[in-house]
């Protein structure tokens, strides 16, 4: 059996040259290869291009290379926590790719399978179209895009052994999969490496051919980009607090009132944000089985005094108990479950939403940028998507626009709306059927937060929290 060792990250990456191009597995900083990104900063290459789902945070990851201005251009789906990333990409210091992350996957998956283009339907009519050839299939418009592929895929792995066979953990599987069969030279670290022949052949992610180094890790941080900290029962009581002192919702009156709207055996995708807190008021009587985009289908619930941390689970730091059936995949698996519409609902944050259900969600131009994730796949793709956003901004701007100012994430596609103020339905022939309105709240005081236009038909009800 070919021996595919090398003693270090220092050792695997010796050819890497000025100018070359990178593929850095991980999401967020799971699953990301410490120990390479180390050996990049100190041997200090300049001129890089990186592909990665995202670039870490400022001081750690690949955002200590971008600290060290190693980096000509990232082709990335979002910025994510990293402040500097996002100084960069606005002060046009750095070159930056966003691709949606479905799209991203998709295309590393291809490179390394020897496809040079495909279809996908994710930004279609938006600034991701651009230059882009467009085509129908049965109705429906997709983008062409073309397979990716790099001189190097550096990748981390839980477990591989000496002919380069590896194994992943938890969620830390994520885009390193695909990266490894796209790099002209793959190089992969792990945390245990074995002899040939111990690793169980049924268990294998990533078979060896596709590596040609590798090294055992050490010293793995496994940092976490935003800890979650568990509330004592007063401080969570105050927070679950449903009504704003002033007028309407607040955010959790806002994920309870859509929780109303999941159905037993329903598969769901929240995004961040208020999305995320309608997991807390999934009702006792149903079964809902939640999707996470870096690949986990069916974690949770969890019982009320359980201190679990979204975030530790992904650095491989707590374990949880999962419901029954769950499954654990990689990015390219978790978006052809998006792609090929087999999650019944989506739930998502915006910007703004039109009144022919248009949503923007990721990007001010020159002032914020956080890249589109998996947005543009799930607005392209899902069965039912509601919107959970505040109604105005804060200076009191309507976000229920005739049509959106901000760069779109996708088109036709939102078909209802809660807001602190009232639930609201997109209708076919354009305009915000408004279906019930918050507690205490006027039709009067939604008209005038709604700059777009407000179907009112007959009484409208109060919500029932």
């Not at 399978?113 to 339907?121: N, Q, S, W």
């Not at 069969?181 to 990533?206: F, S």
């Not at 995320?276 to 949770?300: C, K, R, W, Y």
Request: with cysteine; proline share 4%; charged share 25%.
């Amino acid at each position: 059996m070919i021996n595919k060792t090398v003693k270090n990250a220092v050792e695997a990456l010796k050819e890497i040259k000025d100018g070359d191009t990178l593929m850095l597995g991980g999401f967020g900083l799971c699953g990301i290869p410490e120990n390479c990104i180390t050996a990049l900063v100190e041997k200090g290459v300049k001129q890089l291009t990186c592909i990665s789902n995202n670039a870490g945070v400022d001081d750690f990851g690949i955002g200590l290379m971008l600290q060290q201005k190693q980096v000509k251009k990232m082709i990335s789906s979002y910025v994510g926590e990293n402040k500097e990333f996002e100084r960069q990409l606005l002060s046009g210091e750095l070159e930056v790719e966003l691709i949606p992350q479905g799209t991203l996957s998709e295309r590393i998956r291809a490179g390394g399978a020897g496809i040079p283009a495909f279809f996908t339907p994710a930004g279609v009519g938006t600034e991701v179209a651009e230059g882009k050839e467009v085509r129908e299939f049965n109705g429906k418009k997709y983008l062409m895009e073309a397979g990716l592929t790099a001189d190097f895929s550096i990748v981390k792995a839980w477990k591989g052994d000496t002919a380069g066979n590896l194994i992943f953990k938890g969620t830390a599987r994520n885009l390193n999969p695909m990266m490894a069969t796209a790099g002209k030279i793959c190089v992969a670290e792990v945390e245990e490496l074995l002899p040939a022949g111990e690793l169980d052949p049924n268990e294998i992610h990533v078979p060896g051919i596709f590596v040609q180094r590798i090294f055992e890790g050490k010293n793995y941080e496994k940092r976490i980009e935003q800890r979650t900290v568990s509330l004592d029962k007063t401080e969570e009581s105050t927070a679950m607090e449903l009504f704003k002192s002033g007028v309407g919702l607040t955010k959790y009156g806002i994920a309870k009132r859509i929780s109303q709207e999941l159905k037993d055996g329903f598969y769901v995708n929240l995004g961040i944000g208020i999305p995320t807190l309608v997991a807390n008021f999934i009702p006792d009587n149903i079964n809902v089985v939640l999707q996470s985009e870096n690949g986990l289908l069916g974690i949770g619930p969890f019982p009320q005094e359980e201190n679990v941390d979204a975030d530790l689970i992904n650095a491989g730091k707590q374990t949880v108990s999962m419901l029954d059936g769950s499954s654990l995949f990689s990015s390219a698996d978790s978006f052809a479950m998006i792609r090929g519409e087999h999650v019944d609902l989506t739930i998502l944050g915006a910007m703004e939403v039109a009144e022919n259900g248009d949503i923007a969600n990721w990007k001010i131009p020159g002032k914020m940028v956080k890249g589109m994730g998996g947005a543009m796949d799930l607005v392209a793709s899902a069965k039912n998507i509601i919107v959970a956003m505040q109604h105005t901004s804060r200076s009191g701007d309507s976000k229920l626009l005739e049509t959106c100012s901000l760069p779109l994430t996708g088109i036709g596609c939102v078909k209802k709306i809660v807001t602190e103020l009232a639930v609201l339905e997109v209708v076919p022939e354009g305009g915000f059927k408004l279906l019930e309105r918050a507690p205490g709240v006027s039709i009067e005081q939604i008209k005038t937060a709604t700059a777009g236009k407000l179907i009112v038909s007959g009484d409208v009800p109060e919500m029932q929290l």
